[in-house]
């Protein structure tokens, strides 16, 4: 299947596919993650919270998502 409206990236060392135009935001709702509970980074560098809404993510984009458990 070749849709021109999809793009590869590399999630958490996996292969993904993700809609072009997708951002930071999108992709944690897709994923159905807390945007307070992760930390994310793109290609080797940390991205700050206040971005990720303006991150739009591109093909072969390399991302780690650490998300935090709280217990005790």
Do not use: C, W
Request: aromatic share 4%; charged share 25%.
């Amino acid at each position: 299947m070749n849709n021109s409206n999809v793009a590869k990236i590399q999630l958490n060392g996996d292969p993904y596919e993700i809609n072009h135009g997708t951002n930071l935001n999108e992709l944690l709702d897709k994923l159905k993650l807390q945007k307070n509970k992760v930390a994310i980074e793109v290609n080797g560098e940390i991205v700050e919270r206040t971005k990720y809404q303006n991150l739009i993510l591109n093909k072969n984009d390399k991302v780690e998502i650490v998300h935090f458990i709280g217990g005790g």
